[in-house]
């Protein structure tokens, strides 16, 4: 066995070696995209409280026909748009028109009064005609972005679809198509608290002392259920009649402000969010302190156990999306074990149990794990094992391998903080513009985030065929080449690794081969530079 993958090495190196070829990307140019999260949550009614609003962000990034990142789209004279796509079995999502109720809450919960479509950050969907939709220019990234986009998980058609497509596209002054990139903007609304505070059939635990409230509309019964308890619960305190105060809510309470006061609650005004930047109110917790600490030692309805349990996903999935639209779909997600087929990786595996999420010590979606904590390094230089399935070495100490081959940036996008997806790789590209977004890197679940890898290079996977941005490997000057390209692809291209790794690795795994096939690995893996 052993002798046919050497044999398989050493020919695919030797065609390397005989020819570097210019195969396809023919000299266009070139726009990489991504949604900036695995999955954007929003709730699917606003009538009593909001945790999130419609609100997803595209990025890209351009190339010329040279293969070179763009950092002056001006000097380039060229723009960017969005629009909506039809996936392959004709679902589109163009307007947010007849899909949620937040436009009629939304100057109540966040100050603003939008219009249909348009977004709290300013970018809206392309409406019933498509219109194209400008991204703007984010210098100290050198990427595009449309930011806060507020689309929902239901088509044009009227069904449920988490994963619709939009068409990014780089134009010239002409307004001609110079490239596109097809993407999926997630989104899901099922953030869902049913399970516990459903009027008769939640827990015992989460009923409200004055009673289950019963409401006919099942969106609003468990969260009415679940401010009638969080006042029930906090009303004592003295820091709670202050929030209330200083966030202009009746002293009387969350649940009469929306029964007898008609004023919505939204959840960050008191407590703070980095998701949406609030500060929150004095001696109160950040809502994913608040949230996770307090639910850890809740028990899961579905098999008896504490949420704080760390053996499943399911206890994440009882309110995250989720057990329908599949937040974590990537490549750890679907991993599984070839014995038993059970998963190799939980949610927990990267972020710890819920009582870890909920430590007061972390600050919610920046103190997140990072690559290299599971990637330890190469064939040559790690630290017992090239991944890992647990960023943990014991309890709560995430790992920090020596080798930092596969290492976010450090200090990004701020000081101590380290992000896969504001990390920055080849060529100055985002990480995410390759590996795909956050619970949705490459190849996914999902057939429609493959779309965006089949159209680039002919295959599923990780961006890994150079012609993706240059158009031969000869076009690439020396002294920034990656190295040699070593493994053909589906479409008879090639994927590159770096040279001087690709050696390494490959001769420390075939030691045993002897001297002379050593030799030949190492002839034939050289390319010109």
Excluded at 70 to 85: E, K, L, S
Excluded at 310 to 339: D, F, K, Q, W
Excluded at 406 to 413: D, E, K, Q, R, V
Excluded at 458 to 481: E, F, N, Q, W, Y
Aim: glycine share 8%; aromatic share 6%; proline share 5%.
């Amino acid at each position: 066995m052993k002798t046919k993958m050497l044999r398989a090495w050493v020919v695919a190196s030797l065609l390397v070696g005989l020819s570097c070829q210019s195969f396809a990307g023919g000299g266009q140019w070139t726009v990489v995209a991504w949604n900036n999260l695995g999955m954007h949550c929003m709730d699917d009614d606003y009538s009593v409280f909001s945790i999130l609003p419609p609100f997803n962000t595209i990025n890209a990034q351009v190339m010329d026909a040279a293969g070179h990142l763009i950092t002056d789209p001006a000097a380039a004279g060229i723009t960017v748009t969005y629009q909506a796509i039809a996936n392959p079995d004709g679902s589109i999502n163009t307007t947010s028109l007849g899909k949620t109720n937040f436009y009629d809450y939304a100057a109540v919960l966040y100050g603003a009064n939008v219009p249909v479509d348009a977004g709290l950050a300013g970018k809206s969907m392309p409406g019933a005609a498509n219109t194209p939709q400008a991204m703007n220019w984010v210098a100290g990234m050198n990427w595009f972005e449309a930011a806060g986009i507020p689309i929902c998980p239901t088509d044009d058609a009227g069904h449920k679809n988490a994963y619709p497509l939009m068409r990014v596209s780089v134009k010239n002054a002409s307004n001609a198509v110079l490239a596109s990139a097809d993407v999926v903007v997630p989104v899901s609304d099922e953030m869902d608290c049913r399970a516990c505070h459903k009027s008769g059939t939640g827990s015992a635990a989460a009923m409200p002392a004055a009673g289950w409230v019963n409401d006919a509309n099942d969106k609003r019964d468990f969260r009415l259920n679940i401010l009638r308890l969080h006042d029930e619960k906090n009303a004592a305190k003295p820091t709670y009649a202050a929030a209330l105060a200083s966030m202009g809510y009746p002293s009387q309470g969350l649940y009469h402000s929306v029964v007898n006061a008609n004023k919505q609650v939204l959840c960050a005004h008191c407590h703070a969010s980095e998701a949406l930047g609030t500060g929150g109110a004095a001696g109160v917790p950040p809502l994913t302190a608040a949230m996770h600490s307090k639910h850890a030692t809740v028990i899961n309805p579905t098999n008896g156990l504490q949420l704080d349990n760390i053996a499943s996903r399911n206890s994440c999935y009882m309110c995250h999306p989720g057990s329908e639209t599949r937040c974590l779909r990537g490549a750890m997600g679907s991993a599984v074990n070839p014995a038993d087929g059970s998963l190799v990786m939980q949610c927990q595996s990267c972020h710890g149990n819920m009582a870890a999420v909920g430590a007061s010590t972390r600050t919610g979606w920046l103190h997140e794990p990072n690559c290299q904590a599971c990637h330890s390094g190469d064939a040559l230089a790690n630290e017992g094992q090239i991944r890992f399935t647990s960023v943990f070495t014991s309890g709560t100490t995430m790992r920090v391998p020596a080798n930092q081959r596969f290492a976010t940036n450090t200090n990004t996008p701020a000081a101590g903080i380290s992000l896969f997806r504001f990390s920055k790789g080849h060529g100055g590209l985002v990480c995410s513009a390759c590996h795909g977004s956050t619970h949705a890197e490459y190849p996914s679940l999902h057939r429609d985030d493959n779309l965006y890898a089949w159209n680039k290079q002919g295959h599923r996977g990780k961006l890994a065929d150079c012609t993706v941005c240059h158009a031969s490997m000869a076009s690439i000057p020396s002294a920034a080449r990656i190295g040699c390209v070593i493994m053909p692809t589906s479409r008879g291209r090639w994927a590159s690794m770096n040279a001087a790794n690709a050696t390494a690795a490959i001769i420390a795994a075939h030691r045993s081969h002897g001297r002379r096939q050593i030799a030949r690995l190492r002839r034939s893996l050289a390319c010109s530079r």
